[in-house]
């Protein structure tokens, strides 16, 4: 099974997501700041990744687990499900892919931290609104985490997209 997190900018809840997913963050603690900032790509994508499907590693079932960041674009997930589903069909592929959405979990503090870091590169003002936002977020996340890992084990489908509107 393949999991894609995304999210407008791929680079704040998707990597906290993918960690947890791996893993590589504890579940049972409120994230510190050393925490979040060592997380691989938290804070370090910019806007010329946008639509890089970034591979950050295998989880314990065997699964590879992926973020990519949309940006503004309402067509890149449909057109990656729409990929994804002719490229399974024309190479018999039986792998299913998840992609779930981490833009519910997003606190203001963090779209604010966003805008100041990587879009004006003002860190002094970015970084601790986005370390704020994480500590916010990071219970919505790790819930959103089980919910998309769930949907990985019962979907019946070969490409799930889950928008998790419910996480707001």
Known sequence: MIYIYNDFGGTHTTALAAAYHLKNLSTDHKLTKEEILATPYFNKLNSSDMGKIVFHGIDDDGNSVYTVGRGASKHLLPALNNLSLLLQEKYDGS??????????????????????????????????????????????????VAYTKKAGRTSQKKVTVLYNKSFK
């Open 95 to 144: 792998e299913k892919i998840i992609f779930s959405n981490t833009s519910p979990t997003v606190p203001f503090a963090m779209t604010i931290g966003g805008l100041f870091s990587r879009w004006l590169k003002i860190d002094f003002i970015g970084v601790p609104l986005l370390v704020f936002g994480a500590k916010q977020c990071c219970q919505d996340i790790i819930r959103l």
